[in-house]
């Protein structure tokens, strides 16, 4: 097995918070370049809406959709499960690159202030949660984990 064999994501679904700016969309686009079947985008603000999402579903001719969602609420992260789920049937990865770890790790937190990975199921056989952020290299908040 290569390198880059273990960096392909074909066929999987994918949900990216905070994916229609920076480090969220870089990583919205990189899981379509890698063979993502299917991608949720997600952002708290309407402005930017589908945008990235079009884009991504036009350059790398897969299904991405946009959900508008705020984390700092736990019904709009069960929203955005439950709603990929619907469209696409399972959840394989979820990238949480939109929330800030200053309100606990994902063993801790509250589900009222939870960000979307702590309601998250995996599938059966398992699944990948990746928590990221910018400010995490200059220590904003405490260890993911």
Sequence with gaps: MTVASCNRMDGKICVVTGATQGLGAAIARRLAAAGAAGLVVTRRHAARRAHVAREIAETHGIWAHFLQADFAHVEDCRMVIAETDRLFGRID???????????????DTKPEIASPAR???????????????AGLSYGDGPPAL
Aim: hydrophobic content about 40%; overall charge positive; proline content about 13%.
């Design 93 to 107: 990865v979820l990238v949480n690159a939109g929330a800030s770890t200053a309100r606990g790790t994902i063993l």
């Design 119 to 133: 309601p998250t199921p995996l599938p059966p056989g398992g699944g990948r949660v990746v928590l990221c952020g």
